[in-house]
């Protein structure tokens, strides 16, 4: 027994330190957070294992709607993307935008194929990312519209940039009249 005493021991006292050191270097402030300094590879490889599985655990479950795929979906979300989404998010082959190449870590361009399923796609809308600039908008619009946009994005990878403008130009109402709408349903 006395034997392990040491190691156990020695163990502890490593493990005060690392607690020691990651606390000084929170309070310190010795990890720059800095959008336009880039994450080390292991903090980044964390963070991104950390989204990744959070949002598919928490996506797990959410049933989309059977008319995801219909004209009128698509065509509202059009109108909430070009409104709410393409400043950070672009179009298809549009230029980047100044708060486009702000952004760390950089917005996906969801004009490229991303692989998220529509119930992930529907929980990034709703609840939006930390530390990513993506807002939770499920606080100030209703699921139906979300839904809406998720139709949208789905439809995005591989539309050339007249079909994006067509889209847009068919979107049956600015977003406020469609949030107006929307409240007047529930």
């Known amino acids: 027994m006395r034997r392990?005493?040491?190691s156990a021991a020695f163990g502890m006292a490593v493990l005060a330190c690392l607690i020691l050191l990651g606390?000084?270097?929170?309070?310190?402030?010795?990890?720059?957070?800095?959008?336009?300094?880039?994450?080390?590879r292991f903090v980044y490889g964390a963070l991104e294992m950390l989204r990744v599985r959070s949002i598919a655990v928490r996506a797990d479950g959410i049933i989309a709607p059977s008319d995801l795929e219909s004209p009128q979906r698509i065509s509202a979300g059009a109108g909430l993307y070009s409104e709410m989404c393409q400043g950070c998010h672009l179009t298809p082959g549009g230029e980047k935008t100044e708060i486009s190449q702000g952004l760390y870590p950089p917005a996906p361009e969801l004009?490229?194929?991303r692989g998220l399923s529509p119930a992930e796609q529907f929980w990034i809308i709703k609840h939006g990312v930390k530390l990513s600039a993506m807002p939770a908008w499920g606080k100030t619009h209703?699921?139906?519209?979300?839904?809406?946009?998720?139709?949208?994005?789905r439809r995005l990878p591989g539309m050339s940039?007249?079909?994006y403008r067509r889209a847009v130009?068919?979107?049956?109402?600015d977003h406020d009249e469609m949030m107006r709408d929307m409240h007047g349903r529930e």
């Open 4 to 6: 392990h005493l040491p």
């Open 23 to 40: 606390g000084g270097l929170l309070y310190f402030g010795a990890y720059n957070v800095a959008a336009d300094a880039p994450h080390t």
């Open 111 to 113: 004009a490229k194929a």
């Open 142 to 153: 209703p699921d139906p519209l979300i839904w809406d946009m998720v139709a949208f994005v």
């Open 161 to 163: 940039p007249e079909e």
């Open 169 to 173: 130009a068919s979107a049956p109402a």
